[in-house]
């Protein structure tokens, strides 16, 4: 079975621009969860998409949106960037739905560079 | 959202037994207690999960006591494959439910 995989793996950016990351998770699972990882804050949840629904949000403005699509990937944005949005985004799936609950499966990463 | 303490770093030799404890003092009931590995350039590994007492897989066990403030992650003869950094994650997602949330992560270090 193919991982969760995340596009693109590298990206930079300038300032006030936006910018969307794709994640496909591992066939079959329907809970895509996103996080936000930076030496200075360590790992940050971001939110969780069930089924289409965001179910939760962790504590992020609302510069950061994402989506989930009807074959579970999903996509989040980030509009007017901002040099502190630097960082690894991360995507994870789990097969039931409830993130802590359940063992999740994350991807490599994004790495997103503000200019 | 749950609070979660780790110590920063932590140096052992191969062969030796690892212990790493995560203080979370306000879990909420229904959260459960989980353990990942991150290599660098990757993203975390699940490790081990737990709701109470002790959990055991092939890899490592998790004891938590009766009050739930707290965890340890203990790794049984360690390698230097294993110098990594660990992280526990506290909380269940869900609509209504508290976020997840990640401690700030050990590094471990396994010196040959």
């Known amino acids: 079975k193919a991982g969760v995989t995340q596009t693109p793996r590298y990206l930079i950016k300038t300032r006030g621009q936006q910018v969307t990351l794709s994640c496909s998770p591992i066939?079959?699972?329907?809970?895509v969860s996103w996080y936000q990882q930076t030496p200075g804050q360590g790992l940050q949840f971001l939110f969780e998409?069930?089924?289409?629904?965001?179910?939760n949000k962790g504590n992020f403005p609302g510069r950061f949106s994402g989506r989930q699509f009807s074959n579970s990937r999903s996509e989040m944005n980030v509009s007017t960037l901002e040099l502190g949005d630097s960082a690894l985004y991360l995507c994870a799936s789990s097969p039931l739905g409830r993130g802590g609950e359940n063992e999740q499966f994350f991807g490599p990463g994004t790495r997103l560079t503000v200019l | 959202l749950a609070k979660t303490t780790q110590p920063i770093s932590m140096d052992s030799y191969e062969g030796q037994e690892v212990n790493i404890t995560c203080s979370h003092n306000n879990i909420a009931t229904n959260d459960y207690i989980t353990w990942y590995q991150q290599f660098p350039s990757q993203g975390p590994r699940f490790i081990i999960q737990g709701y109470k007492t002790k959990v055991t897989n092939e890899v490592a066990s998790l004891f938590i006591p009766a009050d739930r403030k707290s965890s340890t992650l203990s790794l049984p003869r360690v390698s230097l494959s294993d110098t990594a950094v660990y992280y526990c994650l506290v909380g269940v997602s869900g609509t209504g439910r508290r976020a997840l949330t990640f401690g700030s992560g050990t590094r471990l270090q396994v010196q040959p």
């Open positions: 998409y069930f089924s289409e629904t965001q179910r």
């Open positions: 066939s079959g699972h329907r809970s």
